[in-house]
């Protein structure tokens, strides 16, 4: 049920209420596998808005200043007729509670890009510290810089791209530094 109205992405929703000062909805979920996640709950709750719930996955995910916190949950069940005005979640136990709210953000985190790698034959690879895939093996002539390779910060980012760049230009007879 994640097509009913007032179900959207995570970040998607903290750059309404960041940029716009408006939300699908007044009273607000969150279900996220990861920190970015609970950015939109600290912009949330810091305009003013009600965050009904969130729901971690992770079971030692950090707190959180909300009216209910379920580490180790997940969402299993939308309702609403012409838009969202509840949530499932089933618990770390098994068991499932009912949520009332009228909108839903979903972080299921960011993930590196494989998908030209793999177009090339490359062959991903799972990084732990991330929870993706991240390019692994790649074919001769083929490098990876940045975010699509699990760079995920700026400083990581700019970092591998600077780096490959130098390689690359090697590669071609071109002497260049950093």
Known sequence: N??????MLSASLRTYANRYAATPGQSIAVFTNNDDGLRTVADLKAK???????????TDGPAVDAS????GATVVDTSGKLGLNGITVKLANGQTTSI????LAV??????????????RGIP????????????KLPDGMSVAGAANGDM???QAFKTGASSAVSALADIGIKAAA
């Open 100 to 103: 009332a709210c009228s909108a």
């Open 125 to 136: 690879v799972w990084n732990e510290d991330l929870a993706a895939f991240i390019p692994g």
């Open 107 to 120: 972080s299921g985190g960011w993930n590196p890009n494989v998908h030209m790698t793999c177009h090339q």
């Open 48 to 58: 003013g808005v009600d965050v009904a719930a969130v729901i971690d996955t992770r």
């Open 153 to 155: 910060s700026t400083s």
């Open 68 to 71: 209910a916190h379920f580490k």
């Open 2 to 7: 994640n097509d009913r109205p007032g179900i």
